[in-house]
């Protein structure tokens, strides 16, 4: 090498070891920050729930590990319900299922340490900390405070969710806890013989108002003072709207819910009406009854709900009607709920104005929780003999356009269009696909992330976290286990349940750990 060029190397090397250490053995690398970076204390999670991921333990017997009185148990294992192909139920065993109430200790070792993340979103199984109506000859329905529940709580299901909640500590997981992800006790609800008919069932679950609203709450309280010190981020219900449509008006394969009867769109709004009452409740009785700053942000108890808020496009945007019908299926999917669970202002005719206000249900959201997977396309066809009395359900999806489309600027049209409008701070508290995991990543998860970060740029638009479903594949409903959405995959065929970081997982490990991407 010529002289000249060692020289020139010499100085180049002079003049970068201040800041890079040049031929230094303590030189560090530059880091160069993500493109799209997110705020500090932003919550990178994934979210999982019990009855999807909790039975088909490895090695614990099944008479400690399934949860055996939840009326989605029962759905998904009757044979009658299975055999009735219009429940559209796969009719996969729960034993194939991950088995997370054994092994959740280790899937919050890799979710804290392979995939870096800093939270985790799960749920409570109302019917296992309370899986029966009597105990002694003494009736649950006659206890009027939550220290009355404590006689009928199912102490080894609670210490267990207990000792659940410490792992996740452990592992450096701040705990997002839903308190009701679909399933009910069976003493609640009876999803079969409401299913024959809900004139020849008596526990009719969200059909009875008073009766519910008041257990739920009840419960929901309880649930706060036995795990408040533990937990201050709560979520009251999932997917309120997925319970109405695919319970009580229009079960389909893509999904359906007990009890799965069709076109009673009446009682499905009734039921409408009363899970809405319900959060409120259950928004109160979490904030009397958690007192306990459980994480040291000065805030005893977060409380929120989980709405599925989706984007409604007309499926021609050059047909008025068309155009009008998208107006009212984002009216119903995505404004209803919140409008009554922010503001107190309930549209019970369905016909786009608020002509009543409940205070008492008004202000009961700390946050927007939201589950967001893709887009609705929307189509101007009423449903016979209802449009009068209800008038926006003259509109309905255009299933013809697809009901899994990857639409990754919805992420951020809804999540901009919720914190505007009603000035709240966002969790994406879903967001995932189960299509092919090796370009997940690159197709799915990170164009979603973008279009949130965008939004993010936004000063009125505050999103506290992101929550990836799933931590692990899981029995996706009356799918059974044919839809895997999971960061980790899991062999259901082999015992063990073995788990397999996926390439999305890995890349969205990474995105955790940089704080962006």
Known sequence: MPRSTLVALALVCLCLSAAVGCGSETAEPRVTPPEHAFPKGFFWGTAVAGFQVDMGCPTL???????????????????????????????????????????YDADFARAGGELHNNAIRLSL?????????????????????????DAFANAAARDHYRAMFASAKK??????????????????HDGKGCNAGLDKCTARGWVDNKRMVGLIALYAGWCAKTFGDQVDWWATLNEPFAVVLAGYILPSKDR??????????????????????????????VHKHDTTDATGDGEAARVGLVPNLTVVQPNDPSDPKAVVAAEHLHHIYNRVFLEATVNGRLDRNLDGTYEETRDD????????????????????????????????????????AGVWQDYPEGIGEMTTWAAKTYKLPVIITE?????????????FLAPHLTELHKAMQDPEVTVLGYFAWSLLDNYEWNHGMDLRFGLYAVDTDNPAKPRTLTDMGRKYGLAAKANGF
């Not at 592992?171 to 003493?187: E, M």
């Not at 967001?431 to 197709?443: P, S």
């Open 256 to 285: 359906t819910n007990p009890p799965a009867v069709y076109f009673q769109v009446e009682t499905g709004i009734d039921v409408a009406f009363t899970m809405m009452e319900a959060h409120a409740r259950m928004y109160d009785a």
């Open 431 to 443: 967001n995932g696909t189960f299509k092919d995991k090796a370009t997940a990543w690159d197709t």
């Open 361 to 400: 249900m008004k202000g009961r959201m700390d946050y927007i929780g939201i589950n967001y997977y893709t887009r609705i396309q929307a189509q101007p066809t009423p449903f016979p003999g209802v449009v009068d009395k209800f008038p926006y359900l003259d509109a309905t999806p255009d299933l013809n």
């Open 61 to 103: 017997p099944a008479a400690q590990c399934d949860d055996t009185a939840s009326d989605w148990y029962q759905f998904v294992t009757d044979p009658k319900l299975v055999k009735d192909g219009s429940n559209f139920i796969k009719g996969d065993p729960v034993s194939v299922g991950p088995g997370f109430w054994e092994t």
């Open 125 to 149: 199984e109302w019917s296992r900390l309370f899986p029966k109506a009597t105990v002694g000859g003494a009736n649950i329905e006659d206890a009027k405070t939550v220290a009355e529940l």
């Open 171 to 188: 592992h450096g997981l701040t705990l997002l806890v839903t308190l009701n992800h679909y399933t009910l006790p069976l003493w609640v």
